[in-house]
């Protein structure tokens, strides 16, 4: 039997589903030009001098209902620096996701840590708390959680298994900017949240980073951590470092682009809310595919929308589904990072450093360690989101996605 032209899938030569390039928001302004200009009137991009900064950092906490946000040159700085003041140290272990970016693990490394690698939950795509229970020892200082695509962590159960092991609990939001938990701002669960405003992510300026904190000897220590432990308060002394910290100041100048930024978040969150949703909805009963799931009380921020494959009912794997998805012009790729964090040489190899020895080297890293994060990188399909995307681009999508998969499932028939 063979089907009507219009829902022939273009790789076996029916017509596109996507027949419109995807919208795209403008990222950069009027706003962001204006703000530059008086950073660059003020004589001064110092942090300490300048006007921008402090006025990032105070709103990025006025909006998040937090005592103290302190901004860094990046989000792996951000998440440095939370380990730096946490004071995470050489033999100590920290608990990470496999499914992330390096700039989740390499504060880890550079403290003289262990990564520890937990599972995830399948549906999720975040941290398994009986994984993280699991493999914490008496060495386990912190638990990091990545909110992986903008959803979060099963924030509850981890926060009640740190409480109980006494370890700290340290949110990566990088992916997650706007993402509520419980009617929570994200990054405000655990004792630190830290952001990435990266250029691609919901808000940037170019590279830059933020980080949250309820706890006030924290935030001091945070500041110190991205400023060489410089103390520039009024009345002590400055050049009297304390601890081990780094540079990761950032200036007035990426503050003024990143305040401009902020303002956009709420209106490009709900426009991914928006659209994502409604694609959720249309695909409900699609054949062969798992849509992405959000732990109870997560409001996700969609950083992109990660579609799973189950092989055996869809008759097609990742790579096939995502070849025909492309064909019909819908933006997807398969795999997402490829490999899970471990299975980078850096770790397989334990090549972080040419001489001397790390606590990470007495730990093996490679495949099977966590099984389901490998499936889900199997089977895993990306779908970029941007919030300039439109409603002919979710009809459209929605067709291309809903074409492929009922073609691939009743046997390419
Ligand atoms: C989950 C996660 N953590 C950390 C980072 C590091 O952020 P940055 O690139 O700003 O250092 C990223 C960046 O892609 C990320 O996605």
Known sequence: MSLEPRRTPAI??????KTTPYGRSVRYGEEELTQLREAIDQQTLFYTAGAKVKALEARFAELNGVAHAVATSSGTASIHAALMALGISPGDEVIVSPITD???????LFQGAA????DLDGATATLDPASVRERITDRTRAVLAVHLAGGACDLAALGAICDERGIDLVEDCAQAF??????RPIGTVGRIGCFSMNEFKHISCGDGGIVVTNDDELAVRLRLATDKAYDRRPGVAMRNPTFLAANYRITELQAAVALAQLEKL?????RRRAWCGALNRMLVGTPGIRLPAAVPGCDPSWWFYLMQVVPEELGADADEFAAALS??????GAHYIGLPVYGYPVFTEHCAYQRGAHAYQARSYGPGLCPEAERILRDCVMLGVNEGYTETDLLETAEGIRKVADWLANGRA
């Not at 706007?178 to 009617?183: E, K, N, R, S």
């Open 266 to 270: 709420e209106g490009i969150v709900a």
């Open 327 to 332: 064909a019909e012009g819908v933006g997807v």
């Open 178 to 183: 706007g993402c509520a938990w419980q009617g």
């Open 102 to 108: 390096m700039g989740s693990v390499i504060p880890i």
């Open 12 to 17: 076996v030569g029916g017509p596109r589903a």
């Open 115 to 118: 990564p520890v690698f937990a």
